[in-house]
């Protein structure tokens, strides 16, 4: 079955940088990739997403890009702010599983004044 | 438009006993979701239906059961709770098939003693 992986596990940034997660998927024929922001004591929340016939999409200081050949597809934020510290989430939903995604551990994402 | 909500928020229960958590959306979504989270880990999917009257279980179900009656809610019955079952649950629900679009809950803090 599919397996997700995600890095780094946490990230602190200094604010107004950029950072970049990764997440790593096995199962090639996956086709959709979610990316989910939880904050502290609340329920994650979809950012972003793409799917497999795209290459990169943005949204804002989010990005997500995917590399299909080699599996992976990654997290971009821009000009990081407090409010970006958080958990993120990346997903993947297999071909042979219409409903169930696939979840990465998640990367908390820290933000240095 | 209150979205996903859950009750109860905490709760503590003691080995073998009985409860139900409670979803409910108000957004029509025909798809919703049980997960459970646990610390430095992933969603795992627990059970999900595609609209009232269907359900189907998702990667970890032993141990718990759903019933989906109306569009509106999805409680999750779990029967002699065991300690493995100590968990933060989350619903869901999406207007999308493919696990796509999800729109998350607060979540219930489960404890098990």
């Known amino acids: 079955g599919e397996n997700v992986e995600q890095h780094p596990s946490t990230l602190s940034v200094q604010e107004g940088d950029s950072a970049v997660i990764k997440c790593t998927y096995s199962d090639s024929a996956s086709n959709y990739f979610p990316w989910y922001k939880q904050e502290l004591g609340k329920g994650p929340q979809l950012i972003i997403d793409i799917r497999s016939n795209v290459g990169e999409k943005k949204d804002q200081r989010i990005a997500v890009t995917l590399n299909k050949t080699a599996k992976h597809f990654s997290l971009h934020i821009t000009e990081t702010q407090p409010e970006d510290s958080a958990v993120y989430f990346c997903a993947a939903t297999p071909m042979d599983s219409n409903y169930q995604l696939i979840w990465g551990a998640g990367t908390k994402l820290i933000i240095k004044p | 438009n209150a979205g996903v909500t859950q009750t109860p928020k905490f709760r503590i229960l003691k080995i073998g006993q009985s409860m139900t958590l409670q979803c409910t959306q108000d957004m029509n979504h025909n798809y919703m979701y049980w997960y459970r989270q646990d610390p430095g880990m992933g969603l795992k999917l627990i059970y999900y239906?595609?609209?009232?009257?269907?359900?189907d279980k998702g990667e970890v179900p032993n141990g718990y059961n759903v019933s989906r009656s109306t569009t509106e809610d999805f409680p999750l019955r779990l029967e002699l709770a065991a300690p493995s079952q100590t968990s933060v649950y989350f619903c869901?629900?999406?207007?999308?098939?493919?696990?796509?679009?999800?729109?998350f809950g607060p979540g219930t803090r489960l404890t098990v003693l």
């Open positions: 239906s595609v609209g009232a009257g269907i359900t």
């Open positions: 869901a629900s999406s207007y999308l098939a493919g696990g796509e679009g999800q729109f």
